[in-house]
């Protein structure tokens, strides 16, 4: 496995990086994965989907928003997560060659800030998605769905059938409005931290097990669409 690490330049700010190649070893799609609001790039969560995509052949790049390195509790603003993004994604591609299919997204809202990037036409290969953040918990009629239509690029997005911050129904009617190839993956029990009650008869271990299988499907169709 090959593990590099680097301080990322955003604006006068700098945030570190780390890109684990797939387990194999092998040079590959790489995924450059955003954490959540309330998460880092060590947390458990992030790390966990981390390795899961690694086993199934996928390079992650992870990386701290801003504020985390500052040690606030606040997100940052929109535009400083993505340019964030965007300033990651720039190193990646310097350091490892230009890797395709590269792939941005990640959890919740670092899912949704590489979503917006998509919407402006960032260039990567495909958008991929864990617990979209569709609205607050509790708050269905706050939708954050209104850049969703302009995303031209394939997208994989799972959710969990219990995600306290998208209902299932409004997802799915958000979803009428987009023409871009959108791969919707329910996880069902899971919450929005892929977690499923032990009454479910299944493991966390096992849904990312599932998410992790969907993506390397879903990769092996991007590669393929790539060579047409």
Not at 41 to 61: F, K, P, Q
Not at 133 to 159: T, Y
Request: hydrophobic fraction near 40%.
């Amino acid at each position: 496995m090959t593990t590099r690490e680097w301080r990322v330049a955003v604006g006068d700010d700098e945030t570190p990086a780390v890109y684990e190649s797939a387990a194999s070893g092998t040079e590959g799609p790489v995924f450059v994965c955003a954490h959540g609001a309330g998460g880092s790039m060590s947390d458990r969560s992030t790390v966990a989907a981390a390795n899961a995509l690694r086993a199934r052949g996928l390079g992650v790049v992870r990386f701290n928003f801003l504020y985390k390195e500052k040690k606030s509790g606040r997100p940052d603003p929109m535009p400083k997560l993505t340019s964030t993004v965007a300033a990651v994604v720039a190193r990646a591609r310097e350091e490892l060659g230009s890797p395709r299919p590269l792939i941005i997204g990640g959890r919740s809202m670092g899912g949704r800030a590489a979503s917006m990037m998509a919407a402006e036409g960032f260039d990567a290969d495909g958008l991929l998605l864990l617990a979209y953040p569709l609205h607050p918990a509790g708050k269905p009629e706050q939708l954050r769905d209104a850049h969703l239509p302009r995303i031209a690029m394939p997208v994989l997005c799972f959710c969990g059938t219990r995600d306290a911050l998208c209902t299932r129904q409004l997802m799915e009617r958000a979803l009428t409005t987009v023409t871009a190839p959108w791969d919707m993956h329910w996880l069902e029990g899971a919450d929005h931290s892929f977690h499923v009650l032990k009454s479910s008869g299944r493991t966390d271990a096992a849904v990312l097990d599932e998410v992790a299988d969907a993506t390397a499907r879903w990769i092996l169709r991007l590669r393929a669409t790539r060579r047409e």
